[in-house]
């Protein structure tokens, strides 16, 4: 069992920088991810963190940033440069094996969830 909290969601204007964070306890992970969902969409993988390796959805490399803590228990997605389509609610998910290619980030390869933390921007 992995548990996973999140934090740091908020509201921002276009252009603004926003941090969050996801904690884990339990087992542990070998691969971490972010998903978003917006409202009358569909969730979509955004950022993965696995033992050696990043991966990022096209419309967010270069302004986003997945990254681990030095205790490798809390993983971040530092977000800049907003945009208002990146507004969604933002779930970190885990699963215990390693993400070894791109194909395995799918949404069904994650059987721990968080709540999820709103992140709004505004134009």
């Known amino acids: 069992q992995v548990m996973l909290v999140e934090s740091g969601g908020g509201s921002v204007q276009a252009g603004g920088s926003l941090r969050l964070s996801c904690a884990a306890s339990g087992y542990t992970a070998n691969c971490v991810g972010w998903f978003r969902q917006a409202p009358g969409k569909e969730r979509e993988g955004v950022a993965f963190?696995?033992?050696?390796?990043?991966y990022y959805t096209d419309s967010v490399k270069g302004r986003f940033t997945i990254s681990q803590g030095n205790a490798k228990n809390t993983v971040y997605l530092q977000m800049n440069s907003l945009i208002p389509e990146d507004s969604a609610m933002y779930y970190c998910?885990?699963?215990?094996?390693?993400?070894?290619?791109?194909?395995?980030?799918?949404?069904?390869?994650?059987?721990?969830w968080g709540q999820g933390t709103q992140v709004t921007v505004s134009s």
């Open positions: 998910a885990a699963r215990l094996a390693p993400c070894i290619s791109y194909k395995d980030t799918t949404e069904t390869n994650f059987p721990y």
């Open positions: 963190i696995s033992t050696s390796s990043i």
